[in-house]
Nanobody
């Protein structure tokens, strides 16, 4: 079972910075995609940023130029650096990692399968 452990959330003033970390229990190069989602009160969970093998890096329009993904294979950890934080960035942030492979059916066919893994969530509050 894959485990993702997040850290780095907290309270920061508008314009400030935070770095979120997501430590995985297996080598991160084995994941097909890694990224961060967030969920604000009363809203649905939304994709913030993602990096994937063969698809590059994608950021939500609302965070482009302010958030940056990075990773450290030696530590099996990926990060999200968040700069110029705004009150609207306030949310619980979840790291996500996905594995894409094939599952064999009882009849021997191979169907594509995606397995998603999630961190426990970390609160980010941007307020003066």
């Amino acid at each position: 079972q894959v485990q993702l452990v997040e850290s780095g959330g907290g309270l920061v003033q508008p314009g400030g910075s935070l770095r979120l970390s997501c430590a995985a229990s297996r080598p991160i190069f084995s994941f097909n995609t890694m990224g961060w989602y967030r969920q604000a009160p009363g809203k649905e969970r939304e994709l913030v940023a993602m990096i994937g093998s063969g698809v590059g890096t994608d950021y939500a329009d609302s965070v482009k130029g302010r958030f940056t993904l990075s990773s450290d294979n030696a530590k099996n950890t990926f990060y999200q650096q968040m700069n110029s934080l705004k009150p609207e960035d306030t949310a619980v942030y979840y790291c996500n990692a996905a594995l894409l492979d094939f599952a064999e059916t009882p009849k021997g066919a191979l169907n594509p399968r995606k397995r998603d893994y999630w961190g426990q969530g970390t609160q980010v509050t941007v307020s003066s």
